[in-house]
């Protein structure tokens, strides 16, 4: 608990265990991801101050659309690659829709590229779920403006935000 109140645990440990929040951009992702009736490829961004926990709500909500509501997903780690066969065959096999986490888009612009367009010629309905400072977006990621992002804000913690992790702390 210390390493990741500390800033230095980024591991699926503390997701599990829960030492971190809901923050409402994850329950808000959450609910977009559950509405969508899009058949093609999408892109959902959640967006924010550097230190205001994007990794973090990134992480939670792919544990709770996976773990708690059963839905397909992959994370893929800053070393992996993507393969658009992979994706086709993973669709092939399910049916179902694909939810891909990928951590830092600025340094995964080519991956996210590769997944989007790959979904996109293939049919494949796939919602890639990114994170990243705004700035950053600005700057490295308008690449990926095509593919019309949905945004989510992660903001300051709010006040019940707060208080849960005073309790948690405590």
Do not use: M
């Not at 708690?68 to 994706?87: C, T």
Request: aromatic letters at 8%; one cysteine or more; hydrophobic letters at 45%.
């Amino acid at each position: 608990a210390e390493r990741f109140y500390s800033g230095h645990d980024q591991g699926w440990g503390a997701i599990r265990r829960e030492f971190d929040v809901q923050r409402r951009a994850s329950h808000q992702l959450l609910e977009f991801i559950a509405e969508s009736t899009a058949p093609g490829p999408q892109l959902a961004v959640l967006r924010g101050a550097a230190g205001y926990g994007k990794s973090i709500a990134l992480r939670r909500a792919a544990w709770e659309l996976g773990a708690s509501l059963g839905e397909l997903v992959i994370w893929a780690d800053d070393d992996a690659r993507i393969w658009p066969d992979v994706l086709q065959e993973l669709h092939d096999l399910t049916g179902r829709r694909i939810n891909l986490f990928i951590d830092r888009a600025a340094y995964s612009i080519e991956k996210i590229l590769v997944a989007l367009d790959a979904a996109r010629a293939r049919e494949i309905p796939l919602t890639v779920v990114t994170a990243e400072r705004r700035n950053e977006w600005s700057i490295y990621c308008q690449r990926l403006e095509k593919h019309l992002p949905e945004f989510f804000e992660v903001a300051r913690l709010s006040e019940r935000e707060a208080e849960e992790l005073i309790e948690k702390l405590q």
